[in-house]
């Protein structure tokens, strides 16, 4: 069989970062999450949540919520069991805090790495917070500090090598 | 041609020299300099060969329209095929090499070719080299055609770089007509981007003399370009627009001094293209020597890079734009002869064997000369308006074809308007773009008459200069009827080469027309698309490359698994442990660890889709084959999904963890596709608000622990839940623990042994699998990889969709007929199960296949053969093969036609010309009554 070990670099330990000209791309540490379908106004109420923001949405706090369609959500800073999860008076609940790292991207530059890794026009960037961030279904905001990016764990590895590949940034200890 | 440098003039910085090598010999520049300009002023007249024929050439234009002259460029480590010298900057140290010559375009070993030019016409290859076949001489053929070679020792080049823009207005093109409609744009409030090819903006007001708003031109230009600055008007130079695509897509590539091309993909709201025009050839007899070339791109050498073209010249034109050229060309010191056929005085030859040395004219007049610069006129740079399916007019005052009215989106001005004069083209912008406040120009107006290569004509006239393509080739092509542009086009390769017919391709339809009593514009034009020039595939890949081309996702354990050694491989779109240990027979060692002891395996990829609602017991019965809706909370079930085909489409445990959530477990591999098959059927026939489907697969990493000694591994990992079959029989689910380091434990099998399904938060699992594989490793066992399974659910009979089923299998063919007869549900794909195809008796079905003959394992691919008639004919295939791990024999699974009633029987197989008996059998080998599932 043939050895693909060496072609794939290997995933960066939990808690990478990459440094550059005014960027800094940092993944944080395991970040609640629940994926929410249904009636979504009546979960945020429930919940004290601020409604759900799009792409490139404000949000101020580490509870807060992404638009992903019409009827569903993510919710962030928020948990349910997974034994607990799932029908609540009309609204689907999923855990997701394992399912998605989150990566912040801070600096100066944060806007040009957007312009690398989407099409989406950020003057217009449209109410669902999902896009295709280089080239892989994610989901974004903004937060005081710069961008969060909310991306299957699985493809970190992916999206940090990608980033590190545009020269914005490199891996720093 | 006696090319030099003026002692003054233009805009290089003799300050500041410059060296590189052409072909092994050394060529001095300055910094302003083009690879072109250099070459040029160093006196080097043979610069490249042409494709077929291998003419000497020389520089024939200034900018994208080269046809002649490519190089191979080593800078450094790095290795550029087919630069484009009469765009890049001339720069320190290049090696460069001609790139259709060997050793050098001044002695090329294959030059002797003209000779038998000939014998070697157009689509000579189609009709010469068909005996015995093509093939045996494609190599060779194929060896001495292409423009340039790859250098695989050298370093690999940099990651291009790619970035997305948004703006109002992208004009393409900054000559004077493309400034000034980008900075009336950018007064009215627009947001634009303005681009250009060239090292600099300005285009013709960088050589040709005008008066813009009462000022010289250039000063124009310079406080054109304080204004743009002023106004943020976003310029890109170096930098070409080659495609426009949907929805208003605009690509660009900028070549950069700093680093990698860069790929813009722009989405204006508007693109202005003011793209110019390109200057065609004459038509007279070796018109492609070294020393004939493009007037316009002539006095751009000498007004920007102050190189005189030769001492001695013939300006050749049929248009006025050549005044300015043979004024330019005497006040510099060259002694000036113009043919004008507006005048009635044409050339009928250009006379030298390596170089132009004189022309002879049609009155018989013999010209010495060492540089003949012509204009044929100019052709519209109307291919961005073409490719966004933008329709054309032929212009018969200014013969060109040019735009016949805006496409949505997109505005042509200036010359690529046919606009040729710029005082004309200036004065159109108010109603093109809607400008209050243009420019104004003084200019000449241009002036034009027809000259095209004409049938009959003496001496080889060339119509593409880069693919040998001559008058006779097209008169050739319309005896042979190929007399459609597209047809005339594949037959010649006229317009076919890099430059992709920019000169010639006019000249071309001319010609045609002419042969067969057409006008041009009834001959027409080929499509015109993307690219417009050349763009290196780094540009177009950007970060993607190599590894990052198509990503694998990462499992949480993989530092775990490198550590103890995996091999590891691309498995359904994630990187899976093939085995551990760079020998393959670790994979049946690992096997037989896991039946004799316990193997513990990372199975974090199976598909986990959550469906949720009061409607999804009724969903999942649709969607399932099998039903669904009588699980208890905590039980799971094996089935199939269909395609509406009927056709098996993914297979797998169903969970039901409560009474309104199911877990769909479906193949890892397959895991979007099945969701977007629930989105889908769930969208058409399901309400939205009593049914959510999300899939969950990334939040859980799944270990699997198979074998004997399973649940003693649970137990010494500290997993202290009742395991007993009673409180926790086979095909039931449960939570262990709580928060967020709960574990769901799940008792399902795909190795026939006993196996707990141990799943837990992702980010959690490290932890998780340090215990597992060291209490494994207590019992005897330790961990497998995903090709030891193979072996594992093999010996069962287990299948892999995809693998053991091909487009053609349905449920029935893998014994499964039940649901088909007894559901009382509506299913998906259930009336295709009741097709007369579905329902033959002869289909393929699947079975085990024992090795008859005494050779080891069967091979995979193998196709069962009927020897009764008089061919042999298939009757199915292998579709896995393994030896055995639990069994003192290999077994193998295949679909064979009526094989479910065949078991026992010998068949014959036919594999790679080698034939192998086997004996059918069921497909299940290892522990038929499933007691293992217990042991």
């Given amino acids: ?173 | 041609m006696t090319a030099r440098r003026l002692p003054e003039g233009g805009e290089v910085d003799r300050s500041r020299p410059l060296s590189f090598t052409f072909d092994g010999r050394p060529v001095q520049g300055f910094h302003g300099d083009t690879l072109a300009s250099a070459l040029l002023a160093s006196g080097e007249r043979v610069l490249g060969r042409s494709f077929k024929y291998r003419r000497p050439r020389g520089i024939w234009g200034a900018g994208t329209e080269e046809p002649n002259v490519y190089a191979d460029a080593t800078d450094g480590p790095r290795f550029h095929p087919n630069l484009r010298v009469t765009l890049e900057p001339a720069r320190d140290g290049l090696d460069l090499r001609s790139a259709n010559s060997s050793p050098s375009a001044r002695a090329d070993r294959l030059g002797f070719l003209d000779l038998f030019a000939r014998f070697l016409p157009s689509a000579f290859y189609y009709k010469t080299f068909f005996w015995p076949n093509w093939h045996v001489y494609e190599p060779a053929i194929r060896r001495m055609a292409g423009l340039g070679r790859i250098k695989p020792s050298s370093a690999p080049l940099p990651d291009g770089d790619q970035r997305n823009h948004h703006c109002d207005t992208v004009v393409v093109g900054a000559g004077p007509v493309g400034i000034a409609a980008a900075l009336g744009l950018s007064r009215s409030g627009e947001s634009v981007v303005l681009v250009d090819d060239g090292s600099r903006i300005g285009g013709s007001l960088l050589f040709r003399s005008a008066r813009i708003d009462g000022m010289p031109g250039a000063n124009w230009l310079a406080a054109a370009e304080a204004d743009l600055r002023q106004l943020g008007v976003t310029v890109l130079t170096r930098t070409t627009a080659f495609g426009i695509y949907d929805h208003g897509l605009i690509a660009l590539n900028q070549r950069r001094d700093d680093g990698p091309d860069r790929l813009w993909r722009v989405r204006p709201r508007r693109i202005v293209l003011a793209a110019g025009a390109v200057e065609r050839p004459l038509p007279f007899a070796a018109n492609d020597l070294p020393g004939v070339m493009s007037a316009e791109a002539a006095l751009g050498y000498l007004r920007r890079q102050a190189v005189l073209p030769g001492l001695r010249i013939v300006v050749a034109t049929n248009n006025s734009s050549t005044d300015e050229v043979a004024a330019a060309m005497t006040a510099a010191g060259a002694e000036v002869t113009v043919v004008d056929a507006r005048q009635g005085r044409r050339v009928a030859r250009a006379l030298g064997r390596r170089m132009v040395t004189g022309v002879v004219l049609e009155d018989g007049t013999r010209i010495p000369c060492d540089c003949v610069l012509v204009s044929g006129g100019f052709t519209a740079t109307v291919h961005l308006h073409a490719q966004a399916k933008g329709r054309l007019r032929w212009d018969d005052a200014r013969l060109s074809f040019v735009p016949e009215a805006p496409v949505a989106g997109l505005v042509t001005v200036g010359a690529a308007a046919g606009h040729f004069a710029l005082a004309e083209a200036l004065a159109a912008l108010p109603e093109t773009l809607g400008l209050p406040d243009v420019p104004v120009a003084d200019s000449a107006p241009y002036d034009i008459t027809p000259l095209w290569p004409r049938p009959g004509q003496p001496g080889r006239v060339w119509i593409d200069l880069q693919h040998d393509v001559t008058a006779k080739d097209v008169e050739l092509a319309a005896r042979e009827n190929m007399v459609s542009v597209e047809h005339l086009k594949r037959y010649t390769t006229l317009g076919m080469a890099t430059d992709q017919g920019k000169t010639s391709n006019l000249a071309g339809m001319a010609l045609m027309g002419a042969l067969t009593g057409r006008s041009i514009p009834e001959v027409g034009t080929t499509t015109y698309r993307p690219p417009f020039a050349p763009v290196p595939y780094t540009s177009l890949a950007g970060p993607r490359g190599g590894s990052r081309m198509n990503p694998v996702r990462r499992l949480a354990c993989e530092a775990r698994h490198r550590e103890i050694g995996a091999s590891l491989g691309d498995y359904g779109g994630w990187l899976r442990p093939a085995h551990y240990g760079s020998d393959d027979s670790a994979i049946l060692a690992e096997a037989k660890l896991a039946r004799a002891a316990v193997g513990l395996f990372d199975a974090s990829p199976l598909g986990k889709i959550e469906v949720i609602g009061p409607d999804a017991a009724a969903f999942l019965d649709f969607i399932h084959y099998n039903t669904v809706s009588t699980l208890k909370p905590g039980q799971c079930r094996y089935g199939f999904i269909l395609a509406e085909s009927g056709v098996v489409y993914d297979d797998g445990v169903l969970v039901r963890l409560d009474d309104h959530r199911f877990v769909v477990s479906c193949s890892s591999a397959h895991v979007a596709g099945v969701h977007g098959l629930l989105e889908e059927w769930r969208q058409d026939r399901f309400p939205a608000a009593r049914i959510a489907i999300h899939d969950a697969t990334a939040e859980t990493a799944t270990l699997t622990v198979s074998g004997p000694k399973a649940r003693a591994t649970l137990a010494a990992a500290g997993i202290d839940a009742d395991l007993s079959d009673t409180a926790f029989p086979h095909m039931t689910t449960r939570w262990h623990g709580s928060g967020e380091a709960a574990l769901r434990l799940t008792r399902v099998s795909f190795t026939g042994d006993r196996s707990y399904e141990v799943s837990v938060r992702q980010d959690l699992a490290p932890p998780l699998w340090d215990r597992l594989a060291a209490a494994a490793r207590a019992e005897g066992g330790g961990p497998i990889g995903i090709e030891a399974l193979m072996i594992l659910r093999a010996e069962k009979g287990f299948i892999v969709i995809g693998k053991d089923t091909d487009g053609m299998t349905r449920p029935m063919d893998l014994g499964v007929s039940g649901p088909m007869k007894a559901k009382k549900v509506d299913f998906l794909g259930r009336r295709s199960l009741f097709t007369d195809e579905a329902q033959r008796a002869d289909r393929n079905q699947l079975v085990g296949l024992l090795p008859a003959d005494g050779f080891g394992p069967l091979p995979v691919g193998a196709h069962g053969i009927d020897l009764s008639g008089t061919t042999p004919r298939s009757i199915g295939y292998i579709t896995s093969s393994h030896p055995g791990a639990a069994l003192d024999h290999p077994v193998a699974l295949g679909l064979i036609e009526r094989g479910a009633e065949r078991h026992g029987q010998e068949i014959t197989l036919h594999h790679l010309g080698q034939r192998r008996r086997a004996t059918l059998c069921p497909p299940c080998f290892l522990d038929p009554k499933g007691e293992r599932l217990h042991a």
Wanted: with cysteine.
């Fill in chain 1, 1 to 173: 069989m043939r050895d693909r070990a060496a072609f794939w670099p290997p995933a960066p330990a939990p808690g990478a970062a990459l440094r550059g000209d005014g960027l800094i791309v940092r993944v944080l540490p395991a970040v609640p999450q629940l994926m929410v379908s249904g009636d979504l106004d009546a979960f945020c109420a429930a919940q004290t949540l601020s409604a759900p923001v799009g792409l490139l949405g404000q949000v101020d706090d580490t509870r807060y919520a992404l638009r992903l369609a019409r009827n569903r959500m993510l919710a962030v800073g928020l948990t349910a069991d997974h034994a607990a999860a799932g029908w609540r008076d009309g609204i689907a609940i999923t855990p997701m805090t394992g399912a998605l790292a989150v990566l912040h991207i801070g600096g100066a530059n944060a806007m040009e790495l957007f312009v690398r890794a989407t099409a989406i026009d950020p003057r217009a960037p449209g109410p669902s917070a999902a896009l295709l961030f280089a080239g892989q279904i994610a989901a974004l905001c903004r937060d005081p500090q710069g961008l969060r990016l909310h991306i299957d764990r699985g493809l970190t590895a992916f999206v940090l090598d990608w980033i590190a590949a545009t020269g914005l940034a490199a891996y720093s200890e």
